[in-house]
Nanobody, 120 residues
Framework: VQLQASGGGLVQPGGSLRLPCAAS????????MGWYRQTPGKQRELVAR???????NYVESVKGRFTISRDNAKNTVYLQMDSLKPEDTAVYYC???????????????WGQGTQVTVSS
């Protein structure tokens, strides 16, 4: 099982980016999917999460600006980031709790990280 994240880059304050993350491999089902971010010297923090039923939760600092969604047919989770601020600069990681075909319990998988830089 692999998670492939993309969509990062350099954007001006107030701009937007969309981060997709696709899961592939021997997947039976996917439970929660999420996006985390990390800056140097700090712990990785949860940005947004979406469960298999579509319920979402967000860290307070991104509420009203970021939207997480998923396409179950494509095993893909998206993070739409609007009104970006310099403090959103970080490496963004996607995660997914995946039940592999033939397994009993799901495991958490991580994408490779994508850099988002918000700067003028």
């Amino acid at each position: 099982v692999q998670l492939q994240a993309s969509g990062g880059g350099l954007v001006q304050p107030g701009g937007s980016l969309r981060l997709p993350c696709a899961a592939s491999g021997s997947i039976f089902s996917i439970n929660s999917m999420g996006w985390y971010r990390q800056t140097p010297g700090k712990q990785r923090e949860l940005v947004a999460r979406i469960n298999s039923g579509g319920s979402t939760n967000y860290v307070e600092s991104v509420k009203g600006r970021f939207t997480i969604s998923r396409d179950n047919a494509k095993n893909t989770v998206y993070l739409q980031m609007d009104s970006l601020k310099p403090e959103d600069t970080a490496v963004y990681y996607c995660s997914a709790d995946i039940l592999r075909a033939g397994s009993v319990w799901p495991s958490r998988y991580w994408g490779q990280g994508t850099q988002v830089t918000v700067s003028s």
